[in-house]
């Protein structure tokens, strides 16, 4: 298991009711294609960063959609923006698009 | 200074007079104010360039540029004459008008008014020398600008007569402008006719249409009004000039002179993200001609209209709010190759994107240190005349076929390489740079030099346009940086492959970065014609289209970017080539997205099969 | 000549066999038009088929016995060059210049197998042991599987579900036939290791999910939930390659001696260029068009033109020829209509 450096002692349960998807609803607003990913891991799989590292693209995107955000938000600025990611999602989902808007959206939160 | 009883004096100069002066009087401090702004370096760079042969080859430019239109003539000749209409017949109107006036007075110093009004002022029955001369040249140049002036109406109604698909949608405020400056050289034209009917000068033009008017018109009530028609419409549209887009007029004019003295693009913005130095004269510069329109591919294959330069730097100029148009635009640099006035587009479009890189010590410690790179071994004989350090670039991995080329290309011409990121490397920086991330692009950066200067090598070669912009123009790398074309052009050139020509039809896409971008031209075509026969097409070299797959567009969505690439190849392959060759894994990978019947290939992929 | 309507069916393949025995026996004329010099199609170009391990060859050699029996015209090496639409049918020219008139037309133009070559990060055509499912299929038939391979990849949605060369479409056979040479090539080579790499197990026909069972609880075959994002090659030829182990979360490196490409289906040339001919309405992907999904599958927007089998979507080969059974149908309802 991947170690974000502190652990949940309440519950290792997504609390989905409580968290907060502000993010998820903004990436889904900027970034349409977003919403077509299934999760099969060519971008993680490519990833420069996430071969050196424990970024995970696939992941972080996937805990943004459950409001997740404390496990990745420290993250995010590893990504080299190279879009290898992007040249290989069989779905066609903009990755990197995904990654600049999370950004972009913890940046002006 | 006016005389008011004066023969050559009349109130209707007054509106002429005071919409010149204002004007005058506005650019004067605005540049002054603009100039003010520059850094010490530029400013250094004015007062050594004003006795300098920039000065003089400023003056040629705004001769060629300004006046002929001469860009945009190359472009398409219609409008370059449309153009050149306005721009040189309007100059020539004023120095062919001024030295016939002076003649006549016998003195250089006269109000600036007369010769505007001229023929209003000569009496009748005056005679000077040349005057039939001067007479055919003014009704020539005023029949050039009139025929401009019908080519513009033309466009109006149907821009392809002049081979635009598409042109600028103008403010009311800019057509209220140009409606003034349209009306200008009519009024001229009738109040110079029906002036001929009463005094008699004029030539083939106005002498003609003022007999026809004096027929059927009562001419001598009719002329002098006409004349204060003509003040009020040049006074109105010096007046209107600031806030309109007509301000590129004096502005082009400094800024190239600006630009041939040396002065250079500030790429950052200000404190408080305003425009600094330089770049407020190219924003001004823009005469939104709309030639960007039609060459952006967001338009022509994704119907956006509204991020071209045409609109961008007018929101720019008037600092409007901008939305995405910051960030959706592919940097394929097409715009910026056709731009008659030379704006830096994508300079003035990247210097918008806003840094939000968080580096720290931990951001980017996951790169292994150097100790994972061996150094080249050196020492042992090899027919090639340098040592050669290859790098793939990320998208290199992705595009096996062009690595396997390169490392047989270095095999065969003997060359000892060393693959810098065989087993992976890292980003060249140039994807974050793009998004405005210059502080992370730095880190990155200092890891790639310190890789490649590891090396020992003499000579980088990359097999990525992308990468190639960044280490040869951002990296100041100690080594010779070359995109793989440009090396296997070397090779070629010094007899270290064995080229066999081929029969292939091949037709080149040149990559954003490498043509326009790098301005590597000449090298694909040399090694293209030694493998195959090339077919020209209309997007050769510098005209090259984007291939929709730029990383610089964070806005567009891939199955957008695959539209881009499925126009750009049905336009590649209209002449019906065996081939597509590209020299850019990334241009590659999108085009391979189309199912279409052509293979896309790599320059090295030809090459390494036919040496 | 009779008096009997004829049906000119294009492609003999499987679907072009039954739909011609079917539609003969329903008491028309027909012919079968080939370009191959032999009835079969794709099913010529493999060994044995799933669930149940029946040989393609003994398929084939019934579907063109019950031609044979049916009556029915077949013209080999020859493939439509031209036609046109007249009162009541259509004239076609054949590439060996016969004119043939129809009644009604049959398109079972099938499929063609992915080019590998163009899911270039995979390295097909420039890796040694990078090999595609066909070609593997011919391999397990000629039984020329080297023995010292001890470790396998397949990779799945090699050209389908895949933006990326322009197939947003599922192939529907491709993970079943991972699974069926999965379990070939383990009873080839006990030692050996194999690997599926998947995106999502499609077992939905009869008798695969049992079949994804068996290959996991008495093969060993191990499935690894991640898509190959690209592979590499080492000196001595071993295939790298690079995934996410998606369930465990974590990228995935791994050397295999062999790489093979699940490859998807895609239009034929042949589907193509009737589609043409014929003004014939093709979907997004190139597939033929067919009518009402549910009741009129069969047609197309031509009235006397019908399609069955792969021309018109990826299938396998049990939907394929109960398609052209139920095309045949249709066909006959038009005729005596």
Redesign the interface.
């Known amino acids: 298991m991947v170690n974000f450096g502190f652990t949940i002692s309440v519950t290792r349960a997504v609390e989905y009711d409580k968290n907060d998807k502000g993010c998820a609803e903004y990436v889904a607003l900027r970034v349409p294609s977003s919403s077509a990913c299934i999760g099969c891991g060519g971008c993680s799989a490519t990833c420069t960063a996430g071969n050196l590292t424990e970024f995970n693209i696939r992941k972080i995107q996937m805990l943004m959609k459950r409001g997740e955000n404390q496990l990745y938000k420290e993250q995010l600025h590893k990504c080299m923006l190279c879009g290898k990611c992007l040249t290989v999602c069989p779905r066609g989902v903009d990755t990197r698009g995904m990654i600049l808007a999370m950004i972009e959206y913890m940046r002006e939160k | 200074m006016f005389t008011f009883t004066s023969p050559n004096y009349e109130p209707f100069v007054w509106p002429f007079s005071i919409g010149m002066a204002t004007l005058l009087i506005y650019i004067t401090i605005k540049y002054i104010k603009w100039i003010y702004e520059f850094d010490k370096a530029n400013r250094i760079k004015i007062l050594k360039g004003l006795f300098s042969l920039g000065t003089l080859r400023s003056v040629k430019e705004i001769f060629l540029e300004s006046l002929v239109h001469r860009k945009i003539y190359r472009e398409n000749p219609m409008l370059g004459y449309m153009h050149m209409c306005f721009g040189l017949g309007w100059a020539l109107l004023i120095i062919v008008g001024h030295l016939e006036s002076s003649i006549y007075q016998a003195s250089w110093a006269n109000t600036p008014y007369y010769s505007i009004f001229f023929y209003y002022f000569l009496p009748a029955g005056a005679e000077y020398w040349g005057d039939e001369v001067f007479g055919f040249l003014m009704d020539l140049i005023l029949l050039m600008i009139l025929s401009g002036l019908f080519i513009a109406w033309g466009k109006r109604l149907y821009s392809r007569m002049v081979g635009m698909k598409k042109t600028t949608k103008q403010r009311p405020y800019d057509r209220l402008v140009k409606g003034v400056l349209w009306s200008i050289f009519p009024l001229r034209f009738l109040a110079e006719s029906m002036q001929s009917a009463i005094t008699g000068h004029g030539s083939f033009l106005t002498h003609s249409t003022g007999e026809f008017f004096a027929s059927c018109l009562p001419v001598e009530t009719l002329s002098y009004p006409l004349w204060w028609a003509y003040s009020l419409s040049l006074g109105i549209f010096f007046l209107l000039i600031p806030g309109s887009r007509y301000m590129h007029i004096p502005t082009e004019m400094v800024y190239i002179f600006l630009k041939n003295w040396g002065v250079k693009l500030d790429v950052k913005l200000g404190p408080n993200g305003e425009l600094r130095g330089l770049s407020k004269f190219e924003v001004y510069s823009c005469s939104r001609c709309g030639i960007c329109l039609n060459q952006c591919q967001l338009l022509t294959s994704l119907n956006n209209e509204s991020i071209q330069p045409v609109y961008f730097l007018r929101k720019v100029r008037e600092d409007v709010e901008r939305g995405n148009e910051i960030n959706n635009c592919l940097m394929c640099g097409r715009c910026e190759e056709l731009c008659p006035v030379d704006i830096d587009l994508n300079a003035l479009r990247m210097m918008q994107r806003q840094d939000?890189?968080?580096?720290t010590d931990e951001?980017?410690s996951?790169?292994?240190s150097l100790s994972k790179t061996s150094p080249i071994k050196t020492g042992e004989e090899y027919s090639g005349c340098r040592k050669v350090a290859y790098f793939a670039g990320?998208?290199g991995?992705?595009?096996?076929?062009v690595i396997?080329s390169m490392c047989n290309i270095f095999n065969k011409a003997g060359v000892e390489y060393h693959f810098i990121d065989e087993g992976?490397?890292?980003?060249c920086?140039r994807?974050?740079r793009l998004?405005g991330?210059r502080a992370?692009a730095d880190v990155?950066m200092q890891k790639n030099i310190e890789r490649i200067v590891a090396t020992g090598a003499e000579i980088l070669v990359t097999s990525c346009p992308i990468c190639y912009k960044s280490f040869k123009e951002e990296y100041e790398l100690p080594i010779m940086v070359m995109h793989h074309t440009e090396y296997i052009d070397m090779l070629m050139h010094c007899g270290a492959l064995n080229i066999r020509k081929g029969k292939e039809r091949l037709v080149f896409h040149n990559p954003c970065e490498l043509g326009r971008g790098c301005n590597i031209v000449e090298a694909p075509q040399r090694v293209l014609g030694a493998v195959g026969e090339i077919v020209a097409t209309e997007f050769d070299g510098k005209a090259s289209l984007c291939c929709g797959?730029s990383?610089a567009n964070?806005?567009i969505?891939?199955?957008e970017r695959?539209r881009i690439a499925a126009d750009a190849l049905s336009r590649y392959t209209c002449s019906d080539p065996d081939c597509v060759v590209t020299a850019c894994p990334?241009c590659?990978?999108?085009f391979?997205?189309?199912?279409q019947p052509v293979p896309i290939r790599d320059i090295s992929e030809i090459v390494a099969e036919r040496c | 000549m009779s008096d009997k309507k004829h049906i000119v069916v294009i492609g003999g393949g499987p679907a072009g066999c039954v739909a011609a025995e079917r539609l003969s026996r329903l008491g028309f004329r027909v012919s079968i038009v080939e370009k191959e010099c032999e009835l079969g199609g794709n099913l010529n170009n493999w060994d044995r088929l799933f669930p149940d391990g029946k040989r393609a060859s003994e398929m084939v050699t019934k579907l063109v016995n019950d031609v044979k029996m049916a009556d029915v015209a077949v013209w080999t090496d020859v493939e439509p060059i031209e036609a046109k639409r007249v009162e009541n049918g259509f004239t076609i020219l054949l590439s060996d210049k016969s004119l043939l008139f129809a009644d009604a037309v049959m398109l079972t133009t099938g499929f063609a197998p992915f080019n590998a070559i163009r899911k270039e990060e995979y390295g097909y055509g420039i890796y040694r042991n990078v090999t595609t499912s066909v070609e593997l299929e011919n391999m397990i038939q000629a039984h020329i599987v080297p023995d010292t391979v001890s470790r396998v990849g397949m990779v799945h949605c090699v050209g389908s579900r895949d933006e990326k060369c322009g197939n947003m479409y599922c192939s529907k056979v491709c993970c079943i036939t991972a699974v069926k040479q999965a379990i070939e090539l383990k009873q080839m080579l006990p030692n050996a290791e194999i690997f599926c790499f998947y995106m999502d197990m499609r077992m939905f026909g009869p008798g695969y999910e049992e079949l994804y069972r068996e290959a996991q609880e008495r093969y060993g075959i191990k499935f690894v939930r991640g898509r190959v994002s690209e592979a590499s090659e080492d000196s001595e030829g071993r295939v790298a390659i690079k995934v996410e182990d998606t369930l465990v979360g974590r990228p995935m490196r791994m050397k295999l001696d062999r790489l093979v490409l699940m490859v998807g289906m895609e239009p034929s040339a042949g589907t193509r260029s009737v589609a043409e001919l014929l003004g014939v309405k093709t979907k997004v992907n190139g597939f033929i068009q067919g009518g009402d999904p549910h009741i009129a599958a069969n047609q197309t927007n031509v009235p006397g033109v019908f399609v069955a089998g792969t021309a018109t979507a990826p299938m396998n080969s049990t939907d394929t020829l109960n398609d052209a059974c139920a095309a045949a149908f249709q066909v006959a309802n038009y005729l005596n209509g």
Do not use: D, E, F, Q
């Open positions: 939000h890189s968080v580096v951001t980017y996951y790169i292994p990320c998208m991995h992705l595009t096996p076929r396997a992976g490397g890292i980003c920086g994807p974050l998004s991330n992370a990155l797959g990383l964070t806005v969505s891939p199955i695959g990334l590659k990978k999108n391979a997205k189309v199912k």
